[in-house]
């Protein structure tokens, strides 16, 4: 197994970890849509000085497969994934989206007549348990006390897995059918995400009228942006391009372990259930990408 992909894609794992919890800090009045849009605008502009001084060698079904793949990953799943930040905290809304491996494994066996092995399926279970203690945990402890545990961002968190799952998918196969390079397929698909996103300018003015803050917010975003969207999506795609489709997402689903020193930034208390769904998650991560394996199978 190549080293430089999965480096790249546990880098880009604890990209989104640490810029998920300071999306999460960033005071605004935009919603989860506008502050996706604002985020991919920010990343192409960040993006396309290197875009510029490269060679573009793409055939046109891998382009079309990079844009389908920005609109289904980055403007649906990330929207969703704002939306379950801000109502679940970073480190839950982490571990659900660890599920990925397991849609994956589970899509194969739908789509493709892929059946895993006694492995991968005891990786299934485990990633399960892993969000079903994650779901039935309160959410993060506010200024009323603890949170019951919240459905409809449990909702948003497995949509956005759905989503950031297929389209990551779109993606390698977008890389396999000859896509450019990494950096410039990252581009290519937060443009297209942010396109289609554009009519959400309308009327933006008046969603930001209110007191400003304390403190400038730009900084705030641009470190979220450059972390999370620019390198975390370049990393991503170098990891896709580099390594077989379930594998990579499985080494970009260990977030929720990373996440978990960062719990207390936030005022987030893992406690024993934190701890042990972030383990059986990673355990899972692993079995389903057969980085470990059964005895005797």
Known sequence: MPAAPVVAALAAAFCWAFSSLLWRRL?????????????????????????LVLPWQATPRALVLLVLSGVLGIAIGDTL??????????????????????????????????????????GIA?????????????????????????????????????CGGGGALLARAGLLAGGPAPVQA???????????????????????QGPRPARPRWPLAL????????????LQQTALAGLPGGLAVALLSTAPVMALPLAALEGDRPGWRGVVAAASALAGVSLVAGLVGLPGA
């Open 27 to 51: 005071p605004t009045s935009l919603s989860a849509a506008r502050l996706n849009l604002l985020k991919n605008l920010l990343a192409v502009g960040l993006l396309l000085p290197l875009v």
């Open 81 to 122: 994934f704002f939306a379950a930040l801000r109502r679940l905290g970073t480190r839950r809304t982490l571990t659900i989206d660890a599920g990925g491996p397991a849609v994956t494994a589970l899509a194969g066996v739908a789509v493709l007549g892929e059946v895993p092995g006694p492995a991968q399926w005891l």
């Open 186 to 208: 990252a581009a290519l698909r937060l443009a297209a995400a942010a396109l289609v996103m554009l009519p959400l300018l309308v009327g933006l003015p008046r969603a930001v």
């Open 223 to 234: 470190t979220a942006t450059l972390l999370g969207t620019s390198a975390g999506i370049v």
């Open 126 to 162: 485990l990633i399960s348990l892993a969000v079903l203690l994650v779901v039935r945990q309160p959410a993060p402890r506010d200024s009323r006390g603890p949170r019951p545990p919240d459905g409809p961002g449990v909702a948003m968190a497995l949509g956005a897995l759905a």
